[in-house]
């Protein structure tokens, strides 16, 4: 929500280079606020720690040169619950410093809708801080009026667009009942897409009980896939949360926050991207027991082992982008569009040649259809794209056309077409039928009506 608005304002300023460099500014964002974190709560050291703990591992190297969200999330969750913690401490002197924790969590909210239980959880931990000092349900309910406001305004945005465009608050989910004549839109397919977690597969027999307890080591260690692990550092430093005893009111914070988090994540998913977040939090919560436990000696001969592990995330990352062969566009030995424009480990599929074709055959008023694809990105032309999950205008169309000779009259509104054939032969061409209820190719729909890009 958030973070793709701050790509699209990006991409007619700078293209899709400033979208990457955003993104990547997020990553090193998180760490710079590792630091801080760590050097309020009086030990730099923990703070340089966690933010190298954080950077290398596998999973954040590969983020950093995309442009997705979890980065995005990530920075704003630490920074929601670092303005939490300064509100908690500051408010009785500076009443703004609640304000502040309002604008940074509704930031947090915006970024993704699985972003919405840490509203929950630090609400929680804010009555609990504060009834520890004694204050009264009510002076607390005063006191959480201003950031709730905040936070509302700024998460509001996104419901209201969506109940404007698609009749659904929160869509796509729940978008069969709740806006039945709206778009339509795969939202039960879009939850497999992020691992949903069956609770009943889950807990409904030992072995899938067992399975969930030893989710930090084939979920989240060794990741689903080759590029979603978090390298050994999680299952490492999980004895440290064990044997700690967190002292200050801040760090008994963030180490409830992290527990609750991981706890909801837990139960909703098994996706190690929507992990990162917590991840934050926890390698903050391993500098500090490993500053506070070991001895100088120990300390020292775990930061030399500690390196080593490091030194493994660091070229494990640097091995993706070799396998990614993205290193001849960085070194000027290939252009971008040759590499855009072929096969790679990075996406089996390509629409970069199509979109090519169409900037340069294509008059500048045309518009263009995209059907099997939801990147309409380098077309250079108006375009009509449909996301993954959702329903492509050329299906409602001839869902609401009554004869065949109705649907040319779609022509009027689109001029050309792009078909990502192995797609369409997979999703969409399920859902496509002539208007006399025969299922049938696309192309064979329309093939007498538009112009065939690719």
């Known amino acids: 929500m958030l973070t793709e608005m701050l790509y699209g304002l990006a991409l007619p300023l700078g293209g899709d280079r400033l979208a990457h460099l955003i993104n990547w500014s997020l990553g090193l964002g998180t760490a710079w606020m590792l630091v801080y974190l760590g050097r309020r709560q009086g030990s730099v050291r923990a703070g340089l720690l966690a933010a190298l703990l954080f950077y290398s591992t596998p999973l954040v190297g ?105 009749g659904n608050p929160i869509f796509p989910f729940y978008q069969d009942s709740m806006a039945p004549l709206g778009p339509h839109a795969d939202w039960k397919g879009l939850m497999l897409d992020a691992h949903s977690r069956n609770l009943t597969t889950a807990f409904g027999s030992w072995n899938g009980a067992w399975g969930f307890i030893l989710h ?14 978090m390298g050994p550092i999680l299952i ?24 609750s988090l991981w706890a909801i994540w837990g139960l909703t998913t098994d996706m190690a991207r929507f992990f990162l977040p917590v991840f934050a939090l926890v390698m903050f919560l391993y500098a500090v027991s490993f500053e506070a436990l070991l001895s100088k ?25 070799r396998l990614y062969e993205a290193e001849g566009v960085v070194t000027g030995a290939e252009s971008v569009p040759s590499y855009l424009g072929r096969v790679h480990p990075s996406y089996g599929q390509t629409h970069y040649a199509a979109a090519e074709f ?13 059907l099997g694809d939801g990147r309409g990105f380098g ?40 078909v990502k054939a192995s797609a369409m032969m997979r999703r969409d061409a399920e859902n496509l039928q002539a208007p006399d209820g025969r299922r049938t ?14």
């Open 297 to 321: 000696p120990a300390k020292t001969l775990a930061y030399a082992l500690l390196s080593i592990v490091l030194l493994d995330n660091f070229l494990t990352t640097a091995n993706w982008f």
């Open 216 to 229: 930090p080591w084939s979920e989240l260690t060794l990741g689903r896939s080759d590029v979603d692990m």
């Open 62 to 166: 590969l983020l950093s040169w995309k442009a997705s969200v979890e980065l995005s999330w990530t920075f704003y969750q630490l920074l929601a619950v670092y303005a939490v913690i300064v509100g908690l401490e500051e408010s009785a002197t500076n009443p703004r410093k609640w304000w502040l924790m309002g604008i940074c969590l509704g930031f947090a909210l915006s970024t993704k809708y699985t972003a919405w239980p840490l509203a929950g959880v630090l609400a929680a931990l804010i009555v609990w801080r504060l009834r520890a000092k004694g204050e009264s349900f009510s002076s607390i309910a005063g006191q959480s009026v201003a950031p709730a406001l905040f936070a509302l305004g700024i998460v509001s945005i996104w419901p209201l667009r969506n109940l404007l465009f698609y």
């Open 441 to 454: 190719r696309p192309v064979v729909v329309v093939q007498s009506s538009w112009e065939i890009i690719a």
């Open 236 to 259: 490492l430093g999980l004895p440290l949360l064990v044997v700690t005893r967190f002292v200050t009111d801040s760090t008994r914070t963030i180490f409830l926050a992290a527990l």
């Open 358 to 370: 169409i900037r340069a055959k294509l008059p500048p008023e045309s518009r263009v259809l995209v």
């Open 379 to 418: 077309i250079g032309r108006d375009f009509v794209a449909s996301s993954r999950f959702s329903e492509n205008p050329l299906v409602g169309y001839l869902r609401e056309s009554t004869t065949p000779e109705e649907v040319p009259k779609f022509n009027f509104e689109v001029q050309h077409l792009t």
